[in-house]
């Protein structure tokens, strides 16, 4: 009998689960179209049809395998516990990937539409903004280089120390990695531009 042709939302599963074991077998560097299909046994025009290159399909393919990075801002109370609370969930993230995946994105998805390194600069203007309404800033306008900065801190250390993103990387490591971004960088950087509210003024003659 013949099989029921897929469409839709299990076709797209399927095609997704596909790239995933693709990256993880062959790596980033040799994914195509033509090898996602012929694990997905659909066409190759089908692919491109919803992801017009490897780079928009394998981070699809990272969204529906492993979810969403962040899919609400945190609440911890505290404008660095939820600093600390997203780039614990990136560190997490990186450490799933090949090195390879990583550095082949870094290198492609910059050129396209695909959304990648944008998520987390909205969530962190969401997480100042909260700082704001807890009184602990004054303002939330910060330059878009600098709600971006401890993201692109913590990528540059990917780049650089690949071991931190690996699976056998020390958590205590991570931690203090994370905590030099924020305490030593990014925290004073917001401070100064931004508050304390309270910061008293100077009245001196």
């Known amino acids: 009998m013949a099989g029921t042709r897929r ?3 299990e076709l797209e599963a399927t095609i997704l689960d596909a790239a ?5 077998e062959n790596g980033y560097p040799r994914l195509t179209m033509e090898g ?9 025009q089908v692919i491109y049809r919803r992801w017009p290159d490897r780079a928009h399909l394998a981070i699809a393919a990272i969204r529906h395998t492993l979810g969403p990075l962040v899919s609400e801002v945190p609440q911890t109370g505290s404008l660095r516990g ?11 993230r990186g450490r799933q990937y090949r090195p390879d995946l990583f550095y082949g994105l870094l290198a492609e998805a910059p050129d396209s539409d695909t959304g990648f390194g944008t998520v987390l600069p909205g969530v ?3 997480i100042l903004q ?7 800033l004054a303002h939330a306008d910060l330059p878009p280089r600098v709600v971006s900065l401890p993201a692109d801190l913590l990528r540059y250390e990917g780049l650089r120390n690949a071991h931190r993103w690996g699976q056998d990387a020390a958590e205590a490591e991570i ?4 905590a030099d971004i924020l305490d030593d960088v990014f925290l004073p950087l917001v401070l100064a531009l931004a508050g304390p509210p309270d910061a008293p003024m100077d009245v001196s003659p």
């Not at 909260?130 to 602990?136: C, I, S």
Request: charged share 35%; net charge positive; no cysteine.
């Open 7 to 9: 469409r839709g939302e």
């Open 20 to 24: 995933w074991a693709e990256i993880m």
């Open 36 to 44: 996602v299909a012929a694990r997905a046994r659909t066409g190759k």
């Open 82 to 92: 939820d600093l600390l609370s997203v780039l614990r969930r990136m560190a997490d």
């Open 124 to 126: 962190i203007r969401a």
């Open 130 to 136: 909260n700082a704001v309404a807890r009184g602990e």
């Open 175 to 178: 931690e203090q990695l994370l």
